[in-house]
């Protein structure tokens, strides 16, 4: 945005957005405004005259149809924990921030039709609480649990580490409320399995990062809590041996494989030396590293023989090298902490660029194997870190900088290091973001990927959605 497009909001324009929201809905302090203006990896900053935390549907109601008279712009944000910039407003450019944090009441918990209806700002732990002591299972599992919002898991589709067995965001709503781009509401909130009425509405705003709509609640499905899950922690030779481990995995268990992440030796020391109260599960060094769960309705051991059986056979076929299955609640969660903190332990080791990269389960070994040659030969010590989701065909492929390098030299070859890596899972007919979405992030490299009339289809809908751009403008796609 150049400076004769800088937009200047009226101080009597904005007193007409905080009339509407009150004193408790409203922040212009820059203290507080602080966190809401930097991205959660720090690559994007913002600023904002205004954030509005509205405290029902009709005041966003009443936000959104203010904004569309004045063509004043608005960025929806939850707990700002997205990964690509989607809920930062652009510099200088005088956005709104419209956070729905206030908006975190469970509205609804049906135990029988196995729904919950939860406004937009429920935090995903306070959801998965819910849903527990009504004894269901809400299975959405991600490491920003915590703070992410359920609005915000909406708006990006966000995957985690049950997808597998429960399938991504997506999959697990039934029904939204939604205010369009000139204030009406839909209310689209129903709890029901089947619906063959036409074009399903809701999927143009999952995963549409605020720019078709606010989302201001739900209907989620629920699942019986499982009685017993059974955790392995794997020592594999190879990435080939983890999709087949989890071949015989879902073959033995019926579909019941509920995780299954592979982590690379260089991921395990990386933790272990960063993450304090981590240990290695197993003895000796092996190259990578498998968690497998299985879960079950039934508390009679049998799942934990059928894990001992498929990690017999892994055993006699060459795809485990040594495992250990977790015999406590605590020995399981200090599995799963070493995968949660793959993340964050690569920050103490430098620089490093993410990636996330989804390519057919079958051909996630081609893909790793080529990509970290392709990024070796471009820069000799360069430290790949490839771990994840391998069961969905998921991972974040992720270089560290060489061991005593400048931060800054290596993040300047961004570019040229995330373009190689997306060049050869677009090759092996795969995505450049399989979970964390576009944002602003991916907008302009997007349109290299996909093919021109998908983008098309993209501006049209945007276009008639939200004709005046107001709705998280310069995300996802430019109309
Ligand atoms: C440690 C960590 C681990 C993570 N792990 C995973 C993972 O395993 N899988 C995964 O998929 N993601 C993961 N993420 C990314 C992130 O947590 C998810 O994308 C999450 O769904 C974002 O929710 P949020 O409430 O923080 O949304 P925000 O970051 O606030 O917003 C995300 C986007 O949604 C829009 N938005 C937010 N709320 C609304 C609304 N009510 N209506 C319309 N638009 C809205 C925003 O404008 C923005 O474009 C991780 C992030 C962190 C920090």
């Known amino acids: 945005m150049n400076a004769q497009n800088k937009i200047r909001l009226a101080p009597d324009l904005l007193d007409r957005f905080r009339a509407i929201v009150g004193p408790k809905g409203w922040t212009s302090d820059a203290e507080t405004l602080a966190p809401h203006l930097r991205e959660w990896r720090d690559l994007y900053t913002g600023s904002t005259p205004l954030l509005l935390k509205p405290a029902s549907t009709e005041e966003v109601s009443a936000i959104v149809k203010l904004a569309a008279e004045t063509k004043t712009r608005l960025v929806p944000q939850g707990g700002n924990t997205g990964l690509v910039g989607g809920g930062i407003p652009f510099d200088g450019n005088d956005e709104i ?12 918990l049906d135990p029988l039709n196995d729904t919950i209806t939860v406004e937009a ?26 703070s992410c919002t359920i609005g915000g898991n909406l708006s990006t589709n966000a995957g985690g580490n049950a997808v597998l067995r429960y399938g991504n ?31 399903d ?32 922690f794997i020592a594999i030779p190879e990435p080939q041996a ?24 260089i991921g395990l020391d990386f933790v272990l030396r960063h993450t304090p109260a981590t240990a290695d599960p197993i003895q000796g060094r092996h ?14 051991g049998s799942i934990d023989a059928t894990l001992e059986a498929v990690l017999a056979e892994g055993f006699e076929k060459g795809l485990v090298l040594d495992a250990t299955i977790a015999q406590s609640e605590a020995q399981r969660a200090a599995f799963w902490k070493i995968r949660e903190a793959m ?12 990636t996330d990269i ?4 079958s051909q996630m070994p081609a893909f790793i194997a080529r990509a970290t040659r392709a990024v070796e030969d471009y820069l000799p010590g360069v430290r790949v870190v490839a771990f994840g989701h391998i069961g969905d065909g998921n991972i974040h492929f992720n270089p560290s900088q060489p061991e005593g390098w400048d931060r800054e030299k290596f993040l300047d070859l961004w570019e040229p290091i995330s373009d190689i890596i997306h060049a050869i899972a677009h090759e092996m007919q795969g995505t450049i973001s399989a979970e964390h979405g576009v944002g602003r992030m991916k907008i302009d490299e997007i349109p290299r990927y996909k093919p021109a009339i998908e983008i098309e289809m993209m501006r049209r809908l945007k276009r008639v959605f939200d004709p005046d751009n107001i709705l998280n403008p310069g995300k996802v796609v430019r109309p």
Not at 242 to 260: D, H, N, P, S
């Open 97 to 108: 921030i419209l956070s729905l944090q206030r908006m975190n009441r469970v509205r609804a």
């Open 121 to 146: 700002g429920c935090i995903l732990q306070q959801v998965q609480q819910a849903a527990r002591e009504a004894g269901r299972l809400f299975p959405l599992s991600i490491g920003s649990e915590g």
């Open 169 to 199: 965001t997506r999959e697990l709503a039934l029904g939204l409320e939604v205010v369009l781009a000139d204030g009406q509401v839909w209310n689209g909130l129903r709890g029901l399995r089947k619906d063959n009425t036409g074009y």
């Open 201 to 232: 509405l809701k999927d143009l705003f999952i995963g549409g990062e605020g720019t078709l709509g606010i989302i201001t609640a739900a209907v989620m499905k629920l699942h019986p809590l499982p009685a017993a899950m059974a955790t392995a």
């Open 242 to 265: 983890a999709i087949e481990l989890l071949a015989l995995g879902k073959a033995a268990t019926g579909g019941q494989v509920t995780g299954c992440e592979m982590i690379p030796r």
């Open 287 to 300: 190259p990578w590293y498998l968690i497998m769960e299985f879960s079950s309705g039934r508390a009679d």
């Open 343 to 354: 993340s964050g332990a690569q920050k103490p080791e430098g620089a490093s660029i993410k």
């Open 358 to 361: 989804a390519v057919p389960v």
